[in-house]
């Protein structure tokens, strides 16, 4: 099976919600190798801080459409954790602040978005 149709098949196969995990965990990923890396691979670092920083924008800006079907409580909260993470990866890029902070949110939203929390609130 080729790449682009593993895609495919793979994009058929995920809900929502699935994809969601999938990119925070791909974007988490990056953010402890970047830690891992080092204060020298800078290139690595700031690549990981930008995909994250990307990746809630774009969350902020679904929650701030009117299409968006999430509760408006749920979507006023996401919007303010993306400013707060704007905020600290420019702390972590001036180096006054760790990637633990951005590190421990993506965990946490993984952790309402993995398929056995969804499995439990279906329950």
Same mark, same amino acid.
């Given at each position: ?35 891992? /890396? ?11 801080? #930008?995909? +994250?920083?990307?990746?809630?924008? =774009? &969350? !902020? ?29 420019? /702390? ?11 590190? #421990?949110? +993506?965990?946490?939203?993984?952790? =309402? &978005? !993995? ?9």
């Amino acid at each position: 099976m080729s790449y682009r149709a593993y895609q495919t098949a793979s994009a058929r196969a995920e809900n929502p919600r699935e994809t969601e995990y999938r990119l925070f965990g791909q974007v988490t990923r990056a953010l402890i190798e970047a830690r891992d /890396a080092g204060s020298t691979e800078i290139r690595k670092r700031a690549d990981a801080l #930008d995909w +994250n920083r990307r990746m809630w924008t =774009g &969350l !902020a800006a679904d929650c701030g459409s009117d299409g968006n079907q999430l509760p408006e409580g749920l979507r006023a909260a996401i919007i303010s954790l993306a400013i707060f993470v704007s905020k600290e990866t420019s /702390a972590v890029m001036r180096g006054e602040s760790d990637f633990e902070t951005l590190i #421990d949110i +993506n965990k946490t939203i993984m952790q =309402g &978005l !993995a398929p056995q929390a969804a499995h439990a609130e279906a329950v």
